[in-house]
């Protein structure tokens, strides 16, 4: 615990965290006021560095570019691979992990270890990885690294240490599970081939054990090889060669035939009684044309043979599809008896793979579902019913069902908020699902005691807005909004106004959501602003539309002095909000352009609107002279003070959505009143469009040549200070600057020095690092807030920053969080009750609340993408100055709280995540997260309270981190279980005739035979060994599994010896029995021989 404790002496022009008074009278901004009345502020902050640990929690959405699939039909979990090295572990809803590796190489494929709580992946680097997953975060144990071949297939049969490894060479290594060294034992492609033949067969594309004999390797090769490999005898025991490239093969499970899929779209059928050709070969969708030939048909890429006790097998493969048959969608086929099936994917199938009720290949396998990942989905299609219906996938796997264009996270909301958005929300679920319960359901996962309410918002180009139950580390779908409702479809256009228009014009650029007074704001690409109220009743609505013109006009030119004694902006003159009569989208101007018209048409008749949220008010910005708006580019509404800003490059508008009416729309320089800091005259905005979708959205900063002009002390500095900017141009502000609104917030403040109390305020930020405090009067009364106008204007109060001003805080004089007041939830639609409140109820944080201790004022917290500065108000005293970066810039910035006290979070361009104390701006963390920030982390990175952040890591992927202490020690306990203690199910009794009869599978020892003992020890220059880098916890908890895993072994060893012995015993036991009845038959036979058979 430290305190801090500062006189605030005035303002000092030297130091460059000084702050330029804003004087009431016409003198110019800068100029040194008298100190203000010496105080003394006496703030305990609590927070020190050790409350601060960077951490990512968990990663929602579908695995972006997936490459590869595995199951583990014991404990029932399901691995996704990736082309970027991620691997995804899936069990029971909450039992959801994300794994990376290092080196970032695609996945190529992935090996459960069935029911032991480890996974192999093989990478597209040549490296296998062994994944322990009795731990919450699974850790690599051990790597072997190929530096000689490239890793093609693997395959490891049920319950052995032994890693079959196909190479693009055509060779097959033998890799020990347990150590993770290579055999000796290596089946190389030209003693696997016939002497004869002269071609390389390729590489190694499928390896299988049989079923009937584990002592037999089915190995195939791309070029249509087929060879089964007697690894005792250490010879081919036959070799097929067909004249068509194999892309997978499948067993029957009686290990005496098996089905292979080839690239001409065809499947072959093999006897291994008769391997010199196929006994069957099927074109499922090539059919016979005219002149008698098959159709061309596309390759079968996988193909799975499966049995089942009731009924004839299933062959379920991927592909085949006749190439004539242009723009059909990826199919999977299912062939069942007689009848085929074609399921049409929306998605290209990555993999697909069976799911059977046996982990054993020698028995009836019984498959009840399909598992199918596709590019940018993952299903599970149920076999147990004729029409094949798919199971509902409870994962948050549609998060980019339209992309992601804007994200909002909000910690620990009102607790009633999730269930009536849910119960909402489930009337609009899709329906036809299977009755099937989802398959994969492994894992254990628990609701944590530290849990409380959070929701995450996604706003989509298609104009949708999701809302997520994001409650202890989950995340679940409750409700979608659908924005493009409020408008009419839009006509398609011509000529250049069509390449001025947006691809996806609803497309939803911020949202501003007030969860205590469920009002949502959505801000839309084509320059349109929707507010919605949530009501649990549909109604019969007509939405208000309101045009604002965001523009100066070119020939309007004043000075500063023009609109000094004018406090109040809502009267009608050059600069305020002319009424627009609705236009058709159609209409042109006498030069044949655009004009006075918004970008999309809103539905003017009376609607119908099911119960949530409803659209009450749509803001539209509109053309001007042939040229659309410029996108908005800040927002902030207030439940309570009934208010909505927002603000552009052009400048500011505010509306009263109570009366429906703009209470303020002015350009940005005129909100400066006299006090300019930069001595400007207006100017037109410049007439060409600018992206906001940049890392550098916004205006740069800029010198200006009026600040060269006088060269006071404070001048100097002030230039200074603003000469580091990102920009690398030498225009002027007074030329060419555009200053765009970067951000707002309402708030109880003091808009003058001379304020004895806080009344309502708006704060903006601008690109150029001024913080502007507009004082507003708001009528108190019920009936007169409905009535009379609210009056509002510039104050003359300037504050000023490097850098765009990203945010404000404010806190009282003890160093706690004013909350923004706001208004209780009411039902606008629900039934007539006399005893339903029909008043506004509004809840006030006012600053004055703990005046008692620290005289009257509040601290506001200023955040740019530079710097930060805590200032005392009404005094406008900078209590603390923090240069936050000089190399990069700040993206995104919030004032946070973080146990029980608060912080300033920031992040940077870089990469950087940093947290400062609060009020002295202390550094408390800085963390190098991301090395690389793109675009879309740019976008969509926001931090919430509790020491919590999230951001779009990949374009179907939410990231959650955590900076704070606390949750990364209580994480453990959040997270879900991979591997639970499971017995493995027994093997079937085979019977005595075809345990006779089927083979010596039994018999066959791995150990004995690819051991270093019998095998020798591979070459060291083949592959490397890396130990895994896991963590000394990971490390322990892995000796503990393996330690547990071998006393299990050496247990069940002991008591197959023992069942071993009995089995002796009684064996020697029949033999000393059968020894004695042979010598009393020996004796019978001598007595008797001699005598006749009429003797007896």
């Known amino acids: 615990m430290k305190k801090f404790r500062k006189v605030l002496d005035g303002l000092t022009t030297s130091s460059p965290g000084g702050t330029m008074g804003s004087p009431s009278s016409g003198s110019a901004a800068g100029t040194p006021t008298a100190a203000p009345t010496p105080k003394e502020i006496d703030i305990q902050e609590t927070l020190v560095s050790e409350n601060f640990q960077m951490c990512k929690t968990v990663r929602h959405g579908f695995p972006y570019q997936p490459t590869a699939l595995a199951f583990d039909p014991v404990q029932k979990i399901l691995a996704i691979g990736s082309r970027t090295g991620g691997v995804r572990i899936l069990g029971r809803p909450g039992v959801d992990c994300y794994c990376q590796h290092e080196s970032g190489s695609a996945v190529l494929q992935l090996q459960f270890l069935i029911n032991e709580g480890a996974l192999v992946t093989a990478c597209a680097d040549d490296t296998l990885h062994l994944w322990n997953l009795r731990q919450r975060r699974p850790a690599v144990l051990h790597s072997l690294k190929f530096n000689r071949e490239r890793i093609t297939f693997c395959h490891l049969p049920f319950q052995s240490k032994w890693l079959y490894v196909g190479t693009e060479r055509g060779n097959t290594h033998i890799v020990n599970i347990e150590s993770f060294i290579l055999s000796g034992y290596v089946i190389m492609w030209n003693k696997a081939i016939e002497l004869s033949t002269k071609t390389h067969p390729g590489p190694v594309v499928h390896l299988s054990d049989c079923p009937k004999d584990e002592g037999k390797l089915l190995i195939g090769f791309e070029s249509g090889m087929i060879v089964q490999w007697d690894l005792r005898g250490k010879k081919a025991d036959f070799r097929i060669c067909y004249d068509e490239a194999i892309h997978s093969a499948g067993w029957h499970h009686e290990g005496k035939q098996f089905m292979c899929s080839h690239s001409d779209g065809s499947l072959s ?151 009536i958005l849910y119960s909402i929300g489930a009337k609009h679920k899709k329906t036809g699902y299977s009755q099937k319960e989802w398959p994969i359901a492994g894992g254990l996962w628990t609701l944590g005691c530290n849990t409380y309410p959070e929701i995450i918002l996604t706003g989509h180009a298609d104009g949708s807005i999701k809302f997520w139950d994001a409650s202890a580390i989950t995340l679940q779908m409750l409700y979608k909004l659908k924005t493009s409702k409020a408008f009419e479809k839009p006509k398609p256009v011509e000529g250049r106004a069509a390449d001025l228009m947006e691809e996806d014009p609803f497309a939803v650029q911020m949202v501003s959501w007030c969860p205590q007074s469920r009002i949502l704001c959505v801000v839309g690409i084509s320059a349109h602003i929707i ?156 007439r060409n469009r600018q992206s906001t979708s940049g890392l550098t959205e916004l205006s740069d900063n800029q010198q200006s040549i009026d600040m060269e002009r006088s060269k006071s002390p404070t001048s100097e500095s002030r230039e200074n200070s603003f000469s580091r900017s990102r920009s690398s141009s030498v225009s002027s502000i007074d030329r060419d600057t555009k200053e765009a609104i970067t951000t707002l917030q309402f708030g109880e403040s003091y808009g003058r020095k001379n304020d004895a109390l806080p009344n309502p305020c708006l704060w903006v930020g601008t690109s150029l690092g001024v913080a502007l405090v507009i004082p507003m009067s708001i009528p108190t009364d019920h009936e007169e807030r409905m009535e009379v106008p609210v009056t ?44 339903r409140v029909r008043k506004r109820k509004l809840v006030h944080f006012s600053p004055s609340s703990s005046q008692d201790s620290c005289g009257e004022g509040h601290l506001a917290v200023v955040c740019s993408e530079r710097q930060a500065k805590v200032i005392l108000m009404p005094s406008q005293s900078v209590l603390f100055v923090h240069n936050i970066t000089e190399s990069s810039f700040v993206l995104r910035a919030d004032v946070v709280s973080v146990s029980n006290s608060v912080c300033l979070a920031c992040f940077c361009a870089n990469g950087h995540i940093m947290t400062l104390s609060l009020p002295s701006l202390r550094p408390l963390m800085d963390v190098n997260y991301l090395p690389l920030t793109d675009m879309r982390i740019a976008r969509t990175f926001c931090f919430t309270n509790g020491g919590q952040a999230l951001y779009l890591s990949s374009p179907t992927e939410i990231q959650r981190i955590t900076y704070s202490q606390e949750m990364c020690d209580n994480l453990q306990e959040m997270l879900g279980e991979l591997f639970t203690p499971i017995e493995t199910p027994e093997a079937q009794n085979r019977g005595f005739l075809k345990g006779f009869f089927g083979g010596n599978s039994h018999n066959f020892d791995r150990e004995e035979l690819f051991g270093e003992a019998s095998a020798g020890k591979a070459s060291r220059s083949l592959a490397q060994h890396i130990p895994g880098q896991a963590g000394m916890e990971g490390m322990k908890v892995a000796a503990s599994g393996v330690v547990g895993d071998l006393a299990r072994a050496r247990i069940a060893l002991d008591e197959r010896g023992q069942r071993l012995g009995e089995l002796e015993d009684r064996t020697a036991l029949m033999m000393t029995s059968a020894d004695v009845f042979s010598k009393h038959a020996h004796e019978l036979m001598l007595k008797c021989k001699d005598k006749k058979w009429y003797q007896f």
């Not at 049409?344 to 399909?370: H, K, R």
């Open 269 to 419: 059928m093999w006897n291994l009684r008769n391997t010199l050709k196929p006994f069957q070969v099927t074109f499922p969708h090539g059919k016979i044309q005219k002149d008698g030939r098959k159709e061309s048909c596309k390759p079968i890429l996988k193909v799975e043979y499966k049995t089942s006790r009731s009924s004839e097998p299933f062959v379920i493969f991927s592909g085949g599809l006749s190439y004539d048959k242009a723009g059909r969608r990826p199919t999977l086929t299912i062939m069942h008896g007689k009848a085929i099936t074609v399921l049409e994917m929306d998605y290209p199938i990555v993999e697909f793979m069976a799911l059977c009720e046996t982990p054993y290949n020698n028995e009836v396998q019984e498959p009840y579902a399909v598992v199918v990942l596709l590019e940018k989905d993952l299903i599970v299609v149920d076999l147990t019913q004729s029409n094949y219906p798919v199971c509902e996938n409870p994962y948050p796997m549609d998060i980019h069902e339209s992309p992601v264009t804007c994200t909002a996270y909000f910690a620990d909301c009102p607790p009633n908020l999730i269930p």
């Open 531 to 686: 507010l919605y109220r949530f009501s649990k009743y549909d109604a019969n609505t007509q939405i208000t539309s309101l045009e604002v013109r965001l523009q100066c006009e070119s020939e309007d030119v004043i000075s500063p002095s023009d609109n000094e004694n004018n406090p109040c902006f809502s009267e009608s003159g050059s600069h305020s909000p002319q009424t627009h009569h609705p236009a058709s989208p159609g209409s042109k101007t006498p030069e044949g352009n655009k004009d006075t018209i918004p970008c999309l048409k809103v539905k003017e008749r009376m609607v119908r609107v099911p119960p949530g949220y409803q659209a009450e008010l749509v803001i539209q910005l509109l053309w001007v002279d042939g040229e659309p708006p410029q996108q908005i580019t800040s927002l902030d509404i207030n439940s309570a003070y009934g208010l909505l800003a927002f603000g552009n490059c052009n400048g500011l508008a505010v509306v009263d959505y109570l009366q429906k009416t703009i209470l303020l729309c002015m350009s940005t320089l005129d909100l400066y009143g006299g006090a300019d800091p930069y001595q400007r005259l207006t100017r037109s905005p410049r």
């Open 792 to 835: 509002m204007g510039p104050s003359g109060t300037v504050l000023m920053l490097k850098g765009s001003v990203l945010r404000f805080g404010f806190l009282d004089c003890m160093g706690s969080l004013i909350q923004s007041p706001y208004e209780v939830w009411r039902d606008l639609n629900g039934p007539e009750d006399p005893d």
